[in-house]
């Protein structure tokens, strides 16, 4: 059935991403598709991705893991970043997925069930995952990967990173032999001093800029559009949506869209007052309270019709923005977008 909103997610442009990363850092590519591939559909991104080349990917929870073994078959390099916790080593070794060992308990699990391939994270100051330097364990059986995270890398003169690579670069040395994966997509930014052997980006392939914010280098991946659903002029003095969240002071054209918080766009992009939409080639303002499915959007001037489309983010309005106005970041909103909305593919 027709859907009046939807994500567009354009596979092109992903794969000119995750050449373009591959290109700045010099290393192999190693995807984080996790959170559903942030939002545009893992099975498809990895899909694609795996056709450009690259073969081992990153997801948060064993779940993920398991449901992207079925999307990518027996070929594909899967580390789960979640590690196995509980009664998930046997399920995850007979998927031959990949823990990322996080800690003892986790290292202990592992091994009660065989061990084999694994990675394992050093936590160098961001105190999330990760043993410690001073305790990280003695290299084992099956560790094939070591990586830690930058807490930091979209400040490139935030001292922490250098102090990050510093702690990586002493505590890997104890594992001669064991590919190291350091930088996520702003890392990649960051310079040869914090490249490793090899990148383990997400946002950047999705087209979130480095320093969370736009940048020509990387392209829009996806595009959120809704429909007009009514249209309707307003008089002066009367007012839009919830709380009168709007007051005409002068006569405005208000197209209803059929896009709001329900479908995952950040409900404060209306209460900022700084929320927009791209609109026939126009950058429009939204008007009031994103509601729960509709959002209203200043049309004055335009020849809009019901069933044209709006674009909330995309190639026209790209998802840093939109982000800055909503007082999130890119990740957030590519992440909210829920499956109500129909995910449609280009490429
Ligand atoms: C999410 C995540 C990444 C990817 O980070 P981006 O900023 O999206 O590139 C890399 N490593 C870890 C541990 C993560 O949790």
Redesign the pocket.
């Known amino acids: 059935m027709h859907a009046p909103a939807r994500l567009t997610v354009d596979l092109n442009a992903l794969a000119r991403n995750y050449q373009t990363l591959g290109r700045v850092s010099g290393l192999p590519v190693q995807p984080?598709v996790?959170a559903d591939g942030?939002g545009l559909g893992a099975a498809a991104v990895a899909t694609r991705l795996m056709a450009e080349g690259a073969r081992t990917f990153?997801v948060?929870r064993g779940t993920e893991g398991i449901a992207l073994r079925e999307a990518l078959g027996p070929e594909a390099v899967i580390y789960v970043?979640d590690g196995c916790h509980g009664d998930q080593a046997a399920t995850l070794k007979a998927a031959g997925i990949r823990p990322?060992i996080n800690h003892g308990q986790q290292q202990a699990a592992w091994t009660a069930v065989g061990g084999g391939p694994c990675g394992l994270?050093i936590d160098t100051g961001m105190n999330r995952?990760g043993f410690r330097p001073e305790d990280a364990p003695e290299p084992f059986e099956g560790l094939e990967l070591v990586?830690t995270?930058l807490a930091c890398?979209?400040e490139p003169s935030e001292p922490m990173n250098t102090r990050q690579r510093d702690a990586f670069a002493a505590a890997t040395l104890k594992y001669p032999g064991v590919t190291r994966?350091f930088a996520?997509?702003?890392?990649?930014f960051l310079g040869p001093e914090f490249r490793f052997d090899v990148v383990?980006?997400?946002?950047?392939?999705?087209g979130?800029g480095p320093e969370a914010k736009a940048d020509p280098r990387i392209a829009a991946v996806a595009t959120l559009t809704a429909e007009v659903l009514q249209t309707r002029d307003v008089p002066a003095g009367e007012s839009v949506g919830y709380s009168r969240g709007f007051i005409a002071e002068t006569p405005v054209r208000v197209a209803t869209c059929a896009t709001g918080y329900a479908d995952g766009l950040i409900r404060a992009t209306g209460t900022s007052g700084s929320g927009q939409v791209w609109v026939h080639g126009e950058t429009r303002r939204i008007l009031g309270r994103v509601s729960m499915d509709v959002i209203a959007v200043d049309i004055t001037g335009l020849d809009v019709a019901v069933g044209d489309s709006i674009e909330l983010f995309g190639a026209n309005r790209l998802v840093d923005d939109a982000a800055k106005a909503a007082g999130t970041i890119s990740?957030e909103m590519l992440t909210s977008v829920m499956p109500r909305v129909p995910r449609a593919y280009i490429g």
């Open positions: 984080v996790k942030y990153f948060a970043l990322v994270q995952l990586m995270h890398a979209d994966s996520n997509s702003s890392g990649c383990r980006p997400g946002i950047g392939l999705y979130g990740y």
